[in-house]
Every structure is written in structure tokens, then in C-alpha cells.
């Protein structure tokens, strides 16, 4: 008899040896978190015949799907989420596989692009990566607001349309009393001119607001505070400054003829002549699918507006286009010219022929 608990009592001992050494490897094996190992070692097995789920999206729809994590959603709220929204067929599945690869420590609060055309991996790998909550738009050199309204309606990322856009751009539109005391802005006028061409990224949140004041905020700072105080020194504002550089930027296709483009307006203005641009001529008969129209002659006379310089003197009543800062460079600091006339080149190089007096203009016709 007391062999035989003598026996068991060192068969106990074995095993519990056996165990505490058991729960030791395990303890080293699992870097110290011996129960988040055993999970997740449940997990991998159960995602094991899941492959072909996990490399299966629910469509080949790449359409854009506006998704937002709120900050403190949990995994399997974000799972609830994306299967709500016809991101993912399987809400399980997406928690086991975050859970498994760690991404559940790593899913970021925001507003992402998502499409049906992603896996699982796929959708977790973006809700980790900041960059896939902003997205690109860019807005040329001589557009006008209808232009890049345009732009924004072609645009699958925003969530307004270009019409609400205007709303908040266009004449009568609240302006921010500080920016327009900065630039001259006339009472009840519209941003024409003041929202910079640039290529952005933009938050995925964006609303017609941020984006109006982002623009206006970034044409400040690439303006800086020099050119305002030497266009004063000169007799002109910072808006008949733009005013001006939305022609030049109209009429130039290369940035190097800009200051020489200005300088014949500058001099025409000095001398009382009539700007007589034909982008002034085109801004009034722009229409959708023809914003910059191609014009005769007989426009020069027919198109009554305030903005044909060919029928009323100075400048425009503002500007037509968003100009570069070159071109706003150009209107400030033009170059020194006795010029007073240009055409396009005979070349078809996108250069322009100048000229001193009429005739001159004239014979550089082709």
C-alpha cells in the first residue's frame, strides 16, 4: 500500500513537473503572454481553410465607399460597420484576421476610401494607413470657379457636388471680412482669382466651407506679404493686381513670357489705352462644355459686358481665372518694354510676336 502511493505520489510530482515546465516553454514561447498565444493559435488554425474567403472581395466594384471609424470602435464594431455598408460578407472573419495580425491595435479613427473590390486584408491594411483618408485634386492655372467646379463633380472622392461649391464661392457668398479687407475685395464679389491652382490632398471630411477658406488661406500664403505692399507703392491692390495676372495667366502658355506679357497691359493701361484682351472677351460667353469659347472680330464689338476690354476702359470689374504665382509675379514686377501690342507667333510654338506701334503689330501678322 504505501508503495503504491509512494508511486502516485511521484507520478504527481512528474506531471505537475511536466506541467509547470509546460507552462514555462509555453510562457518563453508566447513572449510572456501565454493566453494571447493560445488564441490566436485557435485563430490560425480556424482562418487555415478560410483562405479563399479572406482573398475573396464582394465585387470587382472599385466605386469609391465613403467609411468612417469613430474614434473607440472596437474591431468587431468596425466589423459590424463594414458589412453593413457591403464592404465584407463576413464580420467574424475581418475581427479574427485584425485580431490575428495584430492590426486590432492598430485600426486609426477616420474617414477612408474603401471599395467592394478589397479583400479583407486589404480593407485592414488601409484602416492602419492615415493616407488613405485624404485624397488628390488639383486645380489648373487659368480656371475659372466653374472649371473647378467641374473638376470637383468629376471628382469620385468629395462629398458635395460643384454646386454647393459655388454656392459658397460665388457672388454674394459670405467671405471672411479679415481676407477680403487683405485683398480689396469688393462687396458681394465672388473668390474668382483667389482660390490658388495647386495640386491638393484633401481630408476625406472635406466640407465646401474648409475647402473655400483652405484655398483662399493657401493663395495668402503663396502671395506672401512683399507683393501687396510693393503693388500699393504702385497705385494697384492686391484684386486689380489678380485681376490683371488672370489675363496674363489667360493669355500666356509659357511662364517665361508672362513679365513680357504684363508689361504690354501695364503700359496700356499708363497710357489710357484699352487692355483690348480677348480672354475678357471669352469669360462672358463662356457656357458649360465651352468655358474659354473661340471668338471673331465681330465679339469684339457684339459681346456687351463689363468685362470686355475691347468696349470699356481699365480693367475688368475682377478677375476671370485663378492665376499662378508667376503670373501674379508678372502683373507686380512686369517687364521693363516699350511694347504696347502681341499676337501669337507665326512659329505655333505657343510664343508671341511684340510690337511697338500698330504697323509694327500689324506685320507681325502671318
Known amino acids: 500500500m504505501v508503495r503504491f502511493l509512494r508511486v502516485i505520489v511521484l507520478a504527481a510530482l512528474a506531471l505537475g513537473l511536466f506541467g509547470f515546465l509546460s507552462l514555462g516553454a509555453l510562457f518563453v514561447i508566447s513572449g510572456g503572454q501565454p493566453v494571447d498565444f493560445v488564441q490566436k493559435s485557435l485563430i490560425r488554425l480556424s482562418l487555415s481553410s478560410r483562405q479563399d474567403d479572406l482573398r475573396r472581395a464582394i465585387s470587382d466594384d472599385t466605386t469609391p465607399v465613403r467609411f468612417t471609424v469613430s474614434p473607440g470602435d472596437t474591431p468587431p464594431i468596425i466589423a459590424r460597420n463594414l458589412a453593413g455598408q457591403g464592404l465584407i460578407a463576413d464580420a467574424a472573419l475581418f475581427v479574427d484576421y485584425v485580431r490575428l495580425y495584430d492590426f486590432d491595435r492598430q485600426l486609426q ?178 457656357a458649360p462644355g465651352s468655358w474659354w469659347p473661340r471668338i471673331t472680330a465681330a465679339d469684339y464689338s457684339g459681346v456687351f459686358s463689363p468685362y470686355n476690354t475691347y468696349l470699356n476702359d481699365g480693367l475688368p470689374p475682377g478677375p476671370i481665372a485663378s492665376p499662378g504665382i508667376t503670373a501674379i509675379q508678372a502683373a507686380t514686377y512686369p517687364a521693363e518694354s516699350d511694347y504696347y501690342y502681341f499676337r501669337a507667333d507665326c512659329r505655333s510654338d505657343g510664343y508671341h510676336d511684340f510690337a511697338r506701334t500698330f504697323q509694327e503689330h500689324l506685320a507681325n501678322g502671318c
Open 109 to 286: 479613427a477616420g474617414t477612408y476610401f474603401l471599395s467592394r473590390a478589397l479583400t479583407i486584408p486589404d480593407i485592414a491594411n488601409a484602416l492602419t494607413d492615415s493616407r488613405n483618408t485624404q485624397f488628390a485634386f488639383r486645380i489648373l492655372e487659368g480656371w475659372r470657379l466653374e472649371e473647378i467646379a467641374a473638376a470637383i463633380d468629376a471628382n469620385r472622392y468629395f462629398p458635395f457636388s460643384g454646386a454647393d461649391f459655388l454656392a459658397a464661392v460665388g457672388p454674394g457668398a459670405a467671405v471672411d471680412p479679415q481676407f477680403a479687407s487683405l485683398v480689396g475685395l469688393p462687396p458681394g464679389s465672388s473668390l474668382e482669382g483667389f482660390l490658388y491652382p495647386d495640386t491638393y490632398q484633401l481630408p476625406a471630411d472635406v466640407t465646401t466651407a474648409w475647402l473655400r477658406d483652405f484655398l483662399t488661406e493657401t493663395f495668402l500664403e503663396r502671395v506672401g506679404p512683399q507683393i501687396p505692399v510693393d503693388a500699393a507703392a504702385q497705385g494697384f491692390n492686391l484684386y486689380q493686381i489678380v485681376t490683371l495676372a488672370a489675363i496674363v495667366e489667360r493669355e500666356a502658355i509659357h511662364a517665361d513670357e508672362q513679365p513680357l506679357i504684363a508689361s504690354v497691359y501695364r503700359n496700356r493701361l499708363r497710357a489710357g489705352m484699352r487692355l483690348e484682351a480677348d480672354p475678357t472677351v471669352q469669360y462672358p460667353l463662356g
